[in-house]
């Protein structure tokens, strides 16, 4: 019975740092659709001084619009990033073949998560990358009962031949 194997590791990786990508875009789908307690008390529940420092933080709000997570598209890339992360790290497990190209994947996406996700917190973007980094490196071994039988073939002396050099007599 012969298993082939699987970088698990690059695996595992793969599929937390994910998590935390997706985590960390609906995280940030919050900010997009904003905050009922911050809308009806004025600035995040300061109450009268939140209403009144409301004209001083209107042009603070909108500098920070894009960076706080309000535009919708990159809440869909941080969404999409962190799905293609999942299933890039699924793929990689099942399909260990196409090694490379899924770690690819995982690596570019989690990369692109910075921008829509927070990078899962930062946590899923290195996550993300050092799983995609061993999915690049990993190599199948060669499966240990070969290696164990082709051992005591030559122990038996199967398949090797005597030189000169080494003939007694």
Request: charged share 10%; glycine share 16%; aromatic share 10%.
């Given at each position: 019975m012969s298993m082939e194997q699987k970088p698990v590791a690059a695996f595992a990786l793969g599929l937390v740092a994910g998590v935390f990508i997706l985590l960390g875009s609906i995280i940030m789908f919050t900010f997009t659709f904003g905050n009922p307690v911050m809308a009806m008390s004025g600035m995040g529940g300061m109450g009268m001084m939140g209403s009144m420092m409301s004209g001083t933080m209107a042009s603070f709000n909108g500098a920070m619009a894009v960076m706080l997570g309000y535009s919708?598209?990159?809440?869909?890339?941080?969404?999409?990033?962190?799905?293609?992360?999942?299933?890039?790290?699924?793929?990689?497990?099942?399909?260990?073949?196409?090694?490379?190209?899924?770690?690819?994947?995982?690596?570019?996406?989690?990369?692109?998560?910075?921008?829509?996700?927070?990078?899962?917190?930062?946590?899923?973007?290195?996550?993300?990358?050092?799983?995609?980094?061993?999915?690049?490196?990993?190599?199948?071994?060669?499966?240990?009962?070969?290696?164990?039988?082709?051992?005591?073939?030559l122990v038996r002396g199967v398949g090797f031949e005597p030189t000169k050099a080494y003939a007694t007599g």
């Amino acid at each position: 019975m012969s298993m082939e194997q699987k970088p698990v590791a690059a695996f595992a990786l793969g599929l937390v740092a994910g998590v935390f990508i997706l985590l960390g875009s609906i995280i940030m789908f919050t900010f997009t659709f904003g905050n009922p307690v911050m809308a009806m008390s004025g600035m995040g529940g300061m109450g009268m001084m939140g209403s009144m420092m409301s004209g001083t933080m209107a042009s603070f709000n909108g500098a920070m619009a894009v960076m706080l997570g309000y535009s919708f598209a990159f809440r869909l890339v941080g969404l999409a990033s962190g799905a293609l992360v999942v299933v890039g790290s699924v793929m990689l497990y099942n399909r260990p073949s196409e090694s490379q190209t899924w770690s690819a994947v995982i690596l570019a996406f989690s990369l692109l998560s910075i921008v829509g996700a927070m990078g899962g917190f930062m946590v899923g973007l290195v996550i993300g990358v050092l799983g995609g980094i061993l999915g690049l490196v990993w190599k199948a071994q060669k499966h240990s009962q070969e290696v164990a039988d082709r051992t005591l073939n030559l122990v038996r002396g199967v398949g090797f031949e005597p030189t000169k050099a080494y003939a007694t007599g």
